[in-house]
């Protein structure tokens, strides 16, 4: 991941809240299509992986990101509830970090699902032997998440119930269906919490970033004997990982 730590670090700013690291990989000129979209972040090497390039290219970003809403750039939008859809490159990144933890057949959590994008994105990964479930705390956000899935290739996997987003606070996790191959946070957390930890299976992988003012995106891995090693992919800026009641009446 040396190509893409660099890479993420030459486009860092922190001038706008979301799930991103800090200037998209091209601000303009961003194509309109879904699959040069992913063509693009192909050429800037952040992704590396043909699955990684047919899951996302098989889940249109367009069908998860509002109306009015440039859903091709790279660029986190606004979904409403004060919350984003994470830049493409971020969302591609994530994916790249995951991938062996996103094998058929494994479980991934996703938390601060939103509307439901990366979620879907797990479920073609892990495949319907697997289990892909999203965590949301906004019961608007869940609703909508799952209509966008019914209209994308993750569908089927709604309707077999090899995917499911959960109203939850996502501090928890979704311990029923616990442990996880792999977990990703879509906000950042003041700490990590103990509970995603907890939930993390041994030789799991979870992604999430951490901190306030200045954040990083940790890479914190299980070890097969429990112990748990954390290291710093990239500085990035996201919306913090709180209570819906504070996410509602942020500023």
């Known amino acids: 991941m040396e190509v893409l730590r660099s890479i993420l670090s030459c486009f860092s700013s922190r001038a ?3 799930a991103q690291s800090h200037h998209g ?3 303009s ?3 309109d299509k879904n699959k040069s979209m992913v063509e693009q972040l ?6 590396r992986s043909t699955k990684v390039a047919e899951v996302m290219e098989a889940i249109d970003r367009g069908l998860f990101v509002p109306p009015g809403g440039t859903p091709y750039h790279d660029s986190p939008m606004p979904i409403g509830y004060n919350a984003t859809i994470s830049a493409p490159h971020m969302h591609a990144a994530c994916l790249e ?5 996103l094998q058929p057949g494994m479980r991934a959590l996703d938390v601060g699902s939103g509307t439901g994008y990366l979620t879907a994105c797990f479920a073609l990964m892990v495949g319907p032997e697997g289990r892909a479930v999203g965590v949301e705390h906004i019961p608007e956000l869940v609703a909508t998440s799952i209509e966008n899935i019914k209209k994308s290739a993750a569908a089927p996997q709604l309707n077999d119930g090899s995917l499911s987003i959960h109203v939850a606070d996502g501090r928890e ?4 269906l616990a442990p996880y191959d792999a977990i990703h946070v879509g906000a950042a957390a003041p700490q990590i919490p103990e509970a995603l930890i907890q ?7 979870m992604v999430i970033p951490v901190g306030t003012v200045f954040q990083e995106l940790k890479v914190v891995d299980k070890k097969l004997d429990g112990t748990v090693g954390i290291r710093d992919e990239t500085s990035v800026q996201y ?3 709180t209570s819906k009641e504070s996410q509602l009446h942020a500023r």
Do not use: D, F, H, T
Not at 42 to 47: A, E, S, T
């Open 29 to 31: 000129g961003a194509s």
């Open 25 to 27: 990989l091209w601000s």
């Open 16 to 18: 706008r809240p979301g």
């Open 239 to 241: 919306v913090p990982l």
């Open 97 to 101: 970090l995951l991938e062996k933890n």
């Open 173 to 176: 996790g979704w311990p029923e």
């Open 42 to 47: 192909q050429r800037y090497g952040v992704i």
């Open 199 to 205: 939930q993390l299976k041994p030789g799991g992988r």
